[in-house]
C-alpha cells in the first residue's frame, strides 16, 4: 500500500510541477511519519524514500537512532526547548523556529555538539490562533537576529495553512508565504539562503507547489490516517 501510495503522490507532484513549468528535482517529498511505526517507515524506506518528518521530538530520536544513518530526518513540529537536545545533531532540517529564545537554545546545543543548525522560520500566515508560528510582519526582525547566531543557518520559511475543503482557499497563504521569502532574500543576510519554502500537506500540496513549495510534508495521502488513540 505504501508504495502505491508514494508513486500516486510523487505523480502529482509532477503534475503540479509541469503545470507551474517548474522542474521537479526542485520539490522534494517529506514523508511525515509521526505516530507511524518503524515497519512502515522500512517499507517506505524499501522504496527509495529517505526524508521523514516527525513532530515530537523524543519519537524522532529513537526512530532516527534504530534506522539508517543516511536517512534526513526533518523536525515538523512546535519544539520546547528542554526537548531540544533530542533533536539538534539528529535533524536535517528543523522547519518550527518561531522565537528568539528557541534559536539561543538550539545555538547552545549546536555548540555544545559542535554541529551547524539548518532551521526555517515558522510563519503563522493565515494568524491561526490555534497555530504556533510568527506574524508575517514580525518575521523580518526574527530573522535578522536569529541570523547572528554563528551555529545556525536559515534556509527559508515554512507555514502550516489551515485546514481547508477546498485546498484552492489556501493558495493566498502559500502565496503570502513566497512573497515574504522573496522580500527576505533580498535583503542578503549573512547565514540566512531562503531557498527553502516548507508548505503544503495531503490536502494542499499540489497548490503549495504551484506557488513555489520546495518541500511538501505530506503523511495521510502516504501511510493512513493517523491513530491517535493507540498512543
Ligand atoms: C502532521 C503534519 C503534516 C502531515 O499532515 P497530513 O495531512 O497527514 O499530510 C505536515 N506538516 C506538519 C507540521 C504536521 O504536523
Known amino acids: 500500500m505504501i508504495r502505491e501510495n508514494l508513486l500516486e503522490v510523487e505523480e ?60 534526513k530526518w526533518h523536525f515538523i513540529g512546535h519544539l520546547q526547548t528542554n526537548k531540544v537536545k533530542y533533536v539538534v545533531g539528529r535533524a536535517y532540517l528543523i522547519h518550527s523556529v518561531d522565537s528568539y529564545h528557541l534559536a539561543e537554545v538550539i545555538e547552545a546545543e549546536s555548540v555544545k555538539k559542535d554541529v551547524i543548525s539548518h532551521i526555517l522560520i515558522e510563519v503563522n500566515v493565515a494568524q491561526e490562533e490555534s497555530k504556533f508560528g510568527l506574524k508575517t510582519d514580525e518575521t523580518l526582525s526574527l530573522v535578522e537576529k536569529v541570523a547572528k547566531l554563528p551555529h545556525i543557518r536559515i534556509d527559508g520559511l515554512m507555514t502550516i495553512a489551515p485546514f481547508v475543503e477546498n485546498a484552492q482557499n489556501n493558495r493566498s497563504v502559500f502565496r503570502e508565504l513566497r512573497k515574504l521569502s522573496v522580500d527576505i532574500k533580498e535583503k542578503n543576510i549573512d547565514n540566512v539562503s531562503m531557498n527553502v519554502l516548507s508548505m503544503g500537506m495531503t490536502n494542499d500540496y499540489e497548490v503549495a507547489i504551484e506557488e513555489g513549495a520546495t518541500y511538501v510534508r505530506v503523511g495521510t495521502a502516504i501511510f493512513g490516517e493517523r491513530d491517535y488513540g493507540k498512543l
Open 12 to 71: 502529482k507532484i509532477r503534475l503540479a510541477c509541469e503545470r507551474s513549468e517548474r522542474n521537479p528535482d526542485e520539490v522534494t517529498l517529506i514523508a511525515v511519519s509521526k505516530t507511524k511505526p518503524m515497519e512502515m517507515i522500512e517499507e517506505a524506506i524499501a522504496c527509495g524514500k529517505r526524508e521523514f518528518g516527525e513532530n515530537k521530538a523524543q519519537e524522532m530520536k529513537e526512530k532516527c537512532d534504530s534506522l539508517p544513518e543516511d536517512i
